[in-house]
């Protein structure tokens, strides 16, 4: 199926309330301009550079999501246009979008990224370390870094009790955050493999490349 037919069947799918992050990570302009074209204007990149070369091309329109490991030192390149940072994983990285938010007086939304998954080679705070940020204030020292929610990443398993047990205990932390008086908004869970399960679990938020675009490009 093309693009456009792609995209058809999850608006189609997806409940209104869930919002679809395109992930078009090494895919060329013509894809992206395809998915603008049907109505498409959340595209999620992993790669700063990549992404800033694509927003100086692309309409202005569309929302630029980071949902990359962020790297500090590249933060400044997309602090003056970025929608919405998915990775927030270390205070540094969380402290740095705060500097250049100010420097381009901007309050910048970001996720805290929470480890869910069994693999090391992912990133993320462990649910503890969420509750201290919370119960230490730490969510007002970043200010224009502001926290609008959190997202995980589930192990990479055919096993879908385990990835469900594992989107159930982030959707447990973010009640739980928003009871302590965060007034989180955004839940996103699940990508291509696993976001029927998300949904089922409580994301409002969505990230799906390969299903969209087909397979990367490297």
């Given at each position: 199926?093309?693009?456009?037919?792609?995209?058809?069947?999850?608006?189609?799918?997806?409940?209104?309330?869930?919002?679809?992050?395109?992930?078009?990570?090494?895919?060329?302009?013509?894809?992206?301009?395809?998915?603008?074209?049907?109505?498409?204007?959340?595209?999620?990149?992993?790669?700063?550079?990549?992404?800033?070369?694509?927003?100086?091309?692309?309409?202005?329109?569309?929302?630029?999501?980071?949902?990359?490991?962020?790297?500090?030192?590249?933060?400044?390149?997309?602090?003056?246009?970025?929608?919405?940072?998915?990775?927030?994983?270390?205070?540094?990285?969380?402290?740095?979008?705060?500097?250049?938010?100010?420097?381009?007086?901007?309050?910048?939304?970001?996720?805290?990224?929470?480890?869910?998954?069994?693999?090391?080679?992912?990133?993320?705070?462990?649910?503890?370390?969420?509750?201290?940020i919370i119960t230490h204030n730490t969510l007002l020292?970043?200010?224009?870094?502001?926290?609008?929610?959190?997202?995980?990443?589930?192990?990479?398993?055919?096993?879908?009790?385990?990835?469900?047990?594992?989107?159930?205990?982030?959707?447990?932390?973010?009640?739980?955050?928003?009871?302590?008086?965060?007034?989180?908004?955004?839940?996103?869970?699940?990508?291509?493999?696993?976001?029927?399960?998300?949904?089922?679990?409580?994301?409002?938020?969505?990230?799906?490349?390969?299903?969209?675009?087909?397979?990367?490009?490297?």
């Amino acid at each position: 199926m093309s693009i456009s037919e792609n995209l058809k069947f999850f608006k189609n799918e997806l409940p209104e309330k869930v919002s679809l992050v395109a992930v078009s990570k090494t895919k060329p302009l013509e894809n992206l301009q395809e998915a603008y074209t049907f109505g498409q204007r959340i595209f999620g990149e992993n790669k700063i550079q990549e992404m800033t070369e694509k927003w100086q091309l692309l309409p202005k329109d569309i929302e630029w999501h980071m949902i990359g490991h962020v790297q500090t030192n590249k933060v400044k390149y997309m602090a003056p246009y970025v929608s919405l940072i998915h990775g927030v994983d270390r205070l540094k990285v969380w402290s740095e979008i705060h500097k250049q938010a100010l420097k381009n007086d901007r309050i910048i939304p970001c996720l805290l990224q929470v480890h869910i998954a069994d693999e090391e080679t992912k990133f993320g705070f462990s649910a503890d370390e969420i509750k201290e940020i919370i119960t230490h204030n730490t969510l007002l020292e970043f200010p224009n870094a502001k926290v609008v929610g959190l997202m995980g990443m589930a192990s990479n398993s055919n096993d879908q009790d385990k990835v469900r047990a594992e989107f159930k205990g982030l959707r447990k932390l973010f009640d739980s955050a928003n009871e302590m008086g965060c007034d989180f908004e955004v839940l996103s869970m699940g990508m291509s493999g696993d976001y029927t399960i998300g949904i089922e679990e409580g994301s409002n938020m969505v990230r799906v490349g390969s299903k969209i675009f087909g397979s990367r490009n490297y």
